[in-house]
C-alpha cells in the first residue's frame, strides 16, 4: 500500500512558513533581521551615551558612528542567519582564502582606477582647481593619522555594508524574489539607507541604485562577498581621503584639497559622484573591469 497523503498545511504554516524547509520565509527572516539591527542599535547607542551622536561628523565621531552601526550590523546578521535562515554565516561568502584576499586587494584597487578616472575628467573638463595637498597645511603626524582614521572607517563602512545588502539582504530577496527582484530590491534598499546623508537629491538615489547594482555583480561574477567589499572600500577611500570628493555627502579628510565648479548634474555636487551623471559610465567602465578580472574564475560554491 501506498503512503497516505501529506495533510495540507495550515494557513499559518504556508504564510510563515518556506515550503522547501522548517524554517521562517525569506520575507519573515528579512524582517526579523532588520528589528534584530533596530534593538541592538539602540542598546549600542544608549550603553555608549549620546554625547558622540550630537557632535559634528568629523573622523572620529564618523569612526565611532561606525563602529556601533558595525557591531549592531555584525550581531544582527549573525543571529538572524544562525537562528533565522539556519545557515552559517560564512555561507553568505565569506570563505577565507588565498583568492578572497587576491579578491579584496583588487577591488580596492579597481576601484581606485575608476575614481582617479573620475578625477581626470573633472580635471580635464576645467572643473577642479587643485588647492592643496595635505602636507603643504598639516604636519605629517596629522596626515598619517587622519589617513589611518579614515581608512579605518571605511573598512568598517565596506564590510557592514555589503554584509548586510549583497549579503543578508541580497540572497534572501533573491530566494524569495528571484534574481532579478533581489538585484533590483537589494540595490533600492541600498540606496534608501543613505537617504539620511547630507545634500541627498533624487538623482542620489539613481546613482546608488546603479552602484548597488555594480556591487551585486561583483558578488555574482563570484559568489563570494570579497571583491564587492574591497570593490566598497576602495570606492570610498579614494573618493574622499585621496581625491578629494564627497563621500555620499560627507566630507572627510582628503589628501588633495579642491575646489568644484563643474555642473552638479555631471558632477554630482554636494554629494558626490554617486549623485552625478559621470557615474554612469564609470560604472560601465567597472563592469568591464570586473569582467575581465574575473574572467577564468570558477564560481566557488558557498
Known sequence: MGSPPTPDRSLLARIFISPDERRLRSGWRLLGQFLLLEVIAVIFAISLGNAFLLSPLQNRTL???????????????????????????????????????????????????????????????????????????QPWPAVI?????????????????????????????????????????????????????????WSALIGLVAAGLFLAYGYLRTQQLWLPIGLHIGWNFFEGAVFGFPVSGLKTFQLINHTDSGPDFFTGGAFGPEAGFILLPILLIGVGLVHWYTRQRKIVGT
Open 63 to 137: 569612526l565611532a558612528v561606525q563602529v556601533v552601526t558595525f557591531l549592531s550590523v555584525n550581531i544582527s546578521v549573525y543571529l538572524a542567519r544562525r537562528y533565522l535562515d539556519r545557515r552559517s554565516l560564512v555561507s553568505l561568502g565569506l570563505v577565507w582564502s588565498s583568492q578572497a584576499l587576491r579578491d579584496l586587494l583588487s577591488g580596492i584597487a579597481l576601484s581606485g582606477v575608476m575614481m582617479a578616472m573620475v578625477f581626470l575628467i573633472e580635471w580635464a573638463a576645467g572643473w577642479l582647481t587643485f588647492e592643496s595637498f595635505a602636507w603643504d597645511t
Open 145 to 201: 593619522s587622519g589617513m589611518l582614521i579614515i581608512l579605518g572607517i571605511f573598512i568598517l563602512t565596506g564590510w557592514q555594508e555589503e554584509l548586510l545588502t549583497r549579503g543578508y539582504q541580497l540572497q534572501n530577496l533573491v530566494e524569495g524574489t528571484g534574481l532579478i527582484g533581489g538585484l533590483v530590491l537589494s540595490s533600492i534598499i541600498f540606496a534608501v539607507l543613505h537617504m539620511s546623508n547630507p545634500n541627498y537629491f
